[in-house]
């Protein structure tokens, strides 16, 4: 079992940043996939950005220059740097880690004001 427990969420105006943060509650391999989706009201979740076996990095188009995913493998942690936000990102954030299953955070909301 693995507990995901996410941080960094909140209210912040079009333009702001934001960063999240994701600890594994175990040792996770650099080759485990660790990544981030976010769920709209009345969406569906959507990748937002994730780290392939530690080397390559994908990102929704939406996303893309805006947002930096990185990971800190010594602390078992994801990150989800988003600059210049727009209403449009507000969601709720999973976090994932993909072991011989997938888990995931709780969510965090993540609200932009317009």
């Known amino acids: 079992q693995v507990q995901m427990v996410e941080s960094g969420g909140g209210l912040v105006q079009a333009g702001g940043s934001l960063t999240l943060s994701c600890a594994a509650s175990?040792?996770?391999?650099?080759?485990?996939?660790m990544g981030w989706y976010r769920q709209a009201p009345g969406k569906q979740r959507e990748l937002v950005a994730v780290?392939?076996?530690?080397?390559?990095?994908n990102y929704a188009d939406s996303v893309k220059g805006r947002f930096t995913i990185s990971r800190d493998n010594a602390k078992n942690t994801v990150f989800l740097q988003m600059n210049s936000l727009k209403p449009e990102d507000t969601a709720v954030y999973y976090c994932y880690v993909r072991l011989y299953r997938d888990y995931w955070g709780q969510g965090t909301q993540v609200t932009v004001s317009s």
């Open positions: 175990r040792t996770i391999f650099k080759i485990n996939d």
């Open positions: 780290i392939i076996s530690g080397n390559s990095i």
